[in-house]
T-cell receptor, first 114, second 110 residues
Framework: DADVTQTPRNRITKTGKRIMLECSQTKGHDRMYWYRQDPGLGLRLIYYSFDVKDINKGEISDGYSVSRQAQAKFSLSLESAIPNQTALYFC?????????????FGPGTRLTVT | EDQVTQSPEALRLQEGESSSLNCSYTVSGLRGLFWYRQDPGKGPEFLFTLYSAGEEKEKERLKATLTKKESFLHITAPKPEDSATYLCAAVQGGYQKVTFGTGTKLQVIP
């Protein structure tokens, strides 16, 4: 079984709808991250969490919110989806400082906002 | 502003034709330089971490090197299964921010 799983894998939604993307991990890592990947822009950090009580904004957090329900679960919400949030979204975990420890990525969620 | 630039954007090689991918970074106080491989429809998969100029790491047909301004991923005698997008990422000391490059899409033709 995969160490980092994401649901759904694909989602099409309409402008203005609320949507939640979910991430679960079995690696036992405290640190979890949400990224989005756009063609020509690379991966950009949306939010990150060091533990259940520690959540931090990344470089592009506007329009997004997160919830860390447990050590193993980290959800990303789009309160009112807009077309420029169409992207590939990845959840990741790490065992410590990202400058020293690699990140483990989930398979991604392809989100389309029409 | 931290920047990571990868070149070329795309590279097509014949099987067995060695080459190098480039990753130039402008990150003050580099804490770590990472290479990942990404296959279509999948998340990035870790390959290497480099910490200081002069460091080298190898894995099968891949070797990563680091200088003060750039990193190279050398691919020796590539095989079709090496086809993927290779991502470079740099982390500045004291922060939890990872700056990713846009990747090099490698295609190895039999």
């Amino acid at each position: 079984d995969a160490d980092v799983t994401q649901t759904p894998r694909n989602r099409i939604t309409k402008t203005g709808k609320r949507i939640m993307l979910e991430c679960s991990q079995t690696k036992g890592h405290d640190r979890m991250y949400w990224y989005r990947q756009d063609p020509g822009l690379g991966l950009r950090l949306i939010y990150y969490s060091f533990d259940v009580k520690d959540i931090n904004k990344g470089e592009i957090s506007d329009g997004y919110s997160v919830s860390r329900q447990a050590q193993a679960k980290f959800s990303l919400s789009l309160e009112s989806a807009i077309p420029n949030q169409t992207a590939l979204y990845f959840c990741a975990t790490s065992d410590g400082d990202v400058g020293r420890y690699e990140q483990y990525f989930g398979p991604g969620t392809r989100l389309t906002v029409t | 502003e931290d920047q990571v630039t990868q070149s070329p954007e795309a590279l097509r090689l014949q099987e067995g034709e060695s080459s190098s991918l480039n990753c130039s970074y402008t990150v003050s106080g580099l804490r770590g330089l990472f290479w990942y491989r990404q296959d279509p429809g999948k998340g990035p998969e870790f390959l290497f971490t480099l910490y200081s100029a002069g460091e080298e790491k190898e894995k099968e047909r891949l070797k990563a090197t680091l200088t003060k301004k750039e990193s190279f991923l050398h691919i020796t005698a590539p095989k079709p299964e090496d086809s993927a997008t290779y991502l470079c990422a740099a982390v500045q000391g004291g922060y939890q921010k990872v700056t990713f490059g846009t990747g090099t899409k490698l295609q190895v033709i039999p």
